[in-house]
C-alpha cells in the first residue's frame, strides 16, 4: 500500500477495489489512512485482501507498543516490519546498540502475540559495521529479528538480491519486490514496475520461493514512466502473473 499511499489516502476504499481486481492477493499496510483498525479490516474483507503485513515505525512502538500490537491484530496483520531507522539510531550511530536491543526485545513481544517483527532494508544498511555491513551485524546481534529484504535497495547497494535470499532463507518471509532503472543518485533513477527496469524479476521469484520467502509485496516508492500510482501497480501484477507465475 505504500506504493499505492497517496490514492489510499485520498479514498481507500476505492483503491483497495482497484488493488485486487488487478490482482493482488494481499497488501501490506503503510498506514490505516485514517480508518479504524476494524473499519480498515472490514475493507479488506469485503475486497477478500489479506492483510499480510504493515510497516510500523520504531518510533510508535517505542511510544505504545501495546497499541500496535492490539491495532494490528485487529487487522490481521501477521507481520510487523520497521520500515527504517535514522541515522544516530543505526548501528554506528549514537543510539544505534540502544536501539537493536530494544528491537530484539520488540520482537519476542510480538512473537508472544503471533506476530513477527521484520526490519525492511535500505541501500545504507550496507556501509561498513566493524568489518561487516550493518544490516549483517543487526540481523547477527538481534536473533528474534526476522528479515524483510528489499531487492531494489540489495542491487543499489552492489550486492545480489539473489545471494541475500539464499543468505536469509528461512529468515526472510516478506519479501520487497521492486525494480528500477538508472543509477541511484543521478537524474536517470527511477523506480520502476516491476519487470519495467534492470532486476531479473524471474530469478528473484524463483529463489525466493526457493527459500522460504512467504510473500511477495510490490512496492515502487515513486510512479514513473508517465503512469499514476495505480497504473504501475497494474502493471506490476500483470508482469508477474502474465510471465513468471
Known amino acids: 500500500m505504500y506504493s499505492v499511499?497517496?490514492?489510499?489516502?485520498?479514498?481507500?476504499?476505492?483503491?483497495?477495489?482497484?488493488?485486487?481486481?488487478?490482482?493482488?492477493?494481499?497488501?501490506?499496510?503503510?498506514?490505516?489512512?485514517?480508518?479504524?483498525?476494524?473499519?480498515?479490516?472490514?475493507?479488506?474483507?469485503e475486497f477478500g485482501l489479506t492483510p499480510i503485513s504493515a510497516h510500523v515505525s520504531y518510533q510508535e512502538m517505542v511510544k505504545d507498543i501495546n497499541k500496535v500490537i492490539a491495532d494490528y491484530k485487529a487487522v490481521g496483520c501477521k507481520y510487523i516490519a520497521?520500515?527504517?531507522?535514522?541515522?544516530?539510531?543505526?548501528?554506528?550511530?549514537?543510539?544505534?546498540?540502544?536501539?537493536l536491543n530494544n528491537i530484539n526485545r520488540f520482537a519476542q513481544i510480538f512473537a508472544q502475540e503471533g506476530i513477527t517483527l521484520l526490519y525492511h532494508n535500505h541501500y545504507f544498511e550496507f556501509w561498513d559495521y566493524n568489518g561487516e555491513y550493518v544490516l549483517d551485524a543487526m540481523y547477527r546481534?538481534?536473533?528474534?529479528?526476522?528479515?524483510?529484504?528489499?531487492?531494489?535497495?540489495i542491487a543499489v547497494?552492489?550486492?545480489?538480491?539473489?545471494?541475500?535470499?539464499?543468505?536469509?532463507?528461512?529468515r526472510n518471509p516478506v519479501l520487497h519486490l521492486k525494480d528500477y532503472f538508472g543509477t541511484y543518485g543521478e537524474k536517470d533513477f527511477q523506480?520502476?514496475?516491476?519487470?519495467?527496469g534492470l532486476q531479473d524479476m524471474g530469478k528473484i521469484i524463483t529463489t525466493a520461493a526457493e527459500n522460504g520467502v512467504k510473500w511477495l509485496v510490490v512496492e515502487q516508492d515513486t510512479p514513473s514512466m508517465d503512469k499514476s500510482e495505480l497504473e504501475c501497480a497494474k502493471l506490476s501484477i500483470d508482469y508477474i502473473r502474465g510471465k513468471l507465475l
Open 5 to 45: 499511499r497517496n490514492t489510499a489516502e485520498h479514498d481507500l476504499r476505492a483503491c483497495l477495489q482497484k488493488v485486487k481486481e488487478y490482482g493482488y492477493d494481499g497488501v501490506e499496510l503503510a498506514s490505516l489512512c485514517g480508518k479504524t483498525p476494524l473499519e480498515y479490516k472490514a475493507l479488506l474483507d
Open 82 to 99: 520497521v520500515p527504517w531507522l535514522g541515522e544516530e539510531d543505526r548501528l554506528g550511530g549514537e543510539n544505534g546498540t540502544e536501539v
Open 141 to 153: 546481534l538481534a536473533p528474534n529479528l526476522q528479515a524483510q529484504l528489499d531487492s531494489c535497495w
Open 157 to 170: 547497494a552492489g550486492e545480489s538480491p539473489l545471494e541475500y535470499i539464499k543468505k536469509y532463507k528461512n
Open 191 to 196: 523506480f520502476r514496475p516491476c519487470g519495467y
